[in-house]
């Protein structure tokens, strides 16, 4: 390769930083669209969701093990929870 047309990569870290593998960027990446379509019409946001999955969970549906309909069903059945479940304790009580 000459000179014209060789690339160069520069990384510039800030002091403190962390170094980010970029594989771990396209994975969160996927992680937060597939939460995004999972929740789509729902009344559940992809934050709500990732917050009652657990570090396992994320990892299966990186590699595939989660499918996205799976995790649409999940999302779906969180959704329905969340909102069947009475809203204090006074009603918690009646029931």
């Known amino acids: 390769m000459d000179s014209q047309t ?3 990569a520069i990384t510039l870290t800030l ?3 962390k170094p ?3 594989i771990i960027v396209l994975d969160e990446v996927r992680i ?3 939460l995004k379509r999972a929740c789509d019409g729902l009344l559940l946001s992809p ?3 990732r917050a009652e999955l657990d570090e396992g969970d994320l ?3 990186v ?3 989660l499918t996205p309909d799976a995790l ?3 999302a779906q059945a969180l959704a329905l929870m969340r909102f069947s479940r009475p809203k204090d304790s006074a009603e918690v009580e009646r029931l």
């Open 6 to 8: 060789r690339q160069a």
């Open 32 to 34: 937060a669209i597939a």
């Open 47 to 49: 934050d709500e969701l």
């Open 63 to 65: 590699s595939g093990a």
């Open 20 to 22: 980010t593998s970029p």
């Open 72 to 74: 649409r069903q999940v």
């Open 59 to 61: 990892t299966d549906l």
């Open 15 to 17: 002091a403190g930083a």
